[in-house]
């Protein structure tokens, strides 16, 4: 009898930081003082012959590339799996301790030092838990918790740009003005993907979500929470009657404008303390289980992986304007500014004006995708738009493709050129969007051409 080939493990470790932990993902910091749910950094590892690939999904905001190459680097000497092989990406909670600085929300170093060794840990814990293994990809619509957050407003609303001073075209989240609202502004992608994993005897180790759902934020400022991540984890393993080895895992796809705070409808969601994220948790779970009655398993997929770190140009500000936004923060005491100050943005983001001039004119993004079977992963280390999302899945194979952001780095948004022409949040030049204007075409050739390469259609 040929022996099986291909084998998976799963794990998951506790990462959950203490309280007074600095949480990041809104413009100033906040100081974790109640935790309402554990986080995790969940590991999955997939080998076929010679070749091994490791997925990992991080309970938290986001991770830059300089923290995740040493994570890999040490996964590596320990476990032999390349760094290339290595797929690390934050669910995007941003209800987490903070390993990357994000505006005004700084670094708590004592727990970026803890952190990496989870990571680690994780890794090699799914690596133990190795054994013969199937796959089985699946995808079902999902379109009733997606919402445009950018907005066309009525003709008298100013959008003002707090880098240029001038006028937006669309208002991201206009808080208090829900009735100047004209129109939102982009298409979202309904697509909840997944990629199942089963032991050969048909017990469940793992499986891999993928939905392009921002986050929800449905918690106090200073709350440990995995958002509805975690609620569709917890969900997806009761409805599969799996036991406690089983690992879910949701990825965040291509969200960068999509979240789901409805302006025009405010009761349409319960209100109280993840009401909503229990809810979408659980409504996307169901969704999962009712969809792999019609999954076709695979028992020996084929593995393979390509990578570019593309050099990408960069968005700065010029010569002539740095001396205005140095005035702007010699004025600032920013231990005091906060949310909500009248001048608050314009300081906000004089200082990272200021701060990205240091950066230099470009710098290496990773691209990468794994063939899994007939199916591809990409993987992008920012925060794209779902029209970013839905041309890769006409590239990719129909109905086995979906895309992690927030993948091997964290560079901020970016937005197709014809979005950061419009303005908005996502498109104020800062260091969490600064790539160049032609960037997002650019990575997403290289992406489709890695597809492409897989031949799998």
């Known amino acids: 009898m040929q022996e099986h080939s291909f084998s998976a493990g799963a794990a998951q470790v506790d990462i959950t930081p203490p309280l007074g932990t600095v949480i990041n993902g809104e413009f100033t910091n906040r100081y974790a003082n109640n935790i309402a749910d554990p986080l995790f950094a969940k590991a999955l590892v997939l ?137 939102d502004t982009t298409q979202p992608d309904p697509g909840l993907g997944y990629l199942a994993i089963q ?53 965040n796809g291509t969200s960068g404008e999509i979240n789901i705070w409805d302006f025009q409808h405010p009761d349409r969601y319960p209100k109280g303390n993840h009401e909503k994220s229990r809810l979408i948790g659980g409504e996307l779970a169901a969704a999962v289980a009712h969809s792999l009655q019609r999954v076709s398993w695979e028992s020996s997929p084929s593995l393979a992986v390509r990578y570019t770190d593309f050099v990408v140009g960069l968005r700065k500000p010029s010569v002539e304007e740095l001396p205005v936004f140095e005035r702007i923060v010699r004025e600032t005491d920013y231990e005091t500014i906060s949310f909500g100050n009248e001048r608050f943005f314009e300081q906000v983001y004089a200082r990272e004006q200021v701060l990205l001039a240091e950066y230099p004119d470009e710098k290496p993004f990773p691209v990468q995708s794994f063939r899994i079977g007939q199916g591809a992963i990409g993987a992008l280390g920012g925060e794209f738009f779902s029209e970013t999302g839905l041309k890769l899945k006409s590239t990719g194979p129909s109905g086995k493709y979906f895309t992690i952001c927030l993948a091997n780095d964290y560079v901020g948004y970016v937005p197709p050129a014809h979005e950061l022409a419009r303005g908005g949040y996502e498109c104020w030049r800062c260091r969490t969007s600064h790539l160049a204007v032609d960037a997002e075409e650019k990575i997403r050739t290289i992406l489709a051409e890695q597809l492409a390469d897989y031949g799998v259609v």
Request: include cysteine; proline fraction near 3%.
């Open 47 to 183: 080998q076929q012959g010679k070749t091994t690939l490791l997925i990992i999904m991080v309970d938290i905001c986001a991770m830059q590339r300089d923290f995740l190459d040493e994570v890999k680097t040490t996964i590596s000497h320990l476990l032999g799996i390349p760094c290339r092989c290595q797929l690390i990406a934050a669910t995007h909670t941003h209800s987490a301790g903070s390993v990357a600085e994000l505006l005004m929300g700084h670094i708590d170093w004592a727990y970026r030092r803890r952190l990496r060794g989870l990571i680690v840990d994780a890794a090699k814990a799914a690596f133990n838990n190795l054994e013969p293994a199937k796959i089985g990809w699946g995808a079902v619509d999902q379109p009733q918790h997606l919402l445009c957050r950018r907005y066309e407003m009525d003709s008298g609303f100013q959008a003002v740009n707090p880098v240029t001073g001038g006028r937006d075209e669309v208002k991201t989240n206009p808080f208090g003005n829900e009735h100047r609202i004209v129109r």
């Open 199 to 251: 032991a050969i005897d048909g017990r469940w180790l793992g499986l891999l979500a993928n939905y392009s759902l921002h986050y929800v934020g449905d918690c106090d400022r200073g709350t440990i929470s995995a958002d509805y991540f975690g609620y569709f984890a917890k969900a997806v393993a009761i409805q599969l009657g799996a036991d406690e080895g089983f690992v879910g895992l949701m990825s």
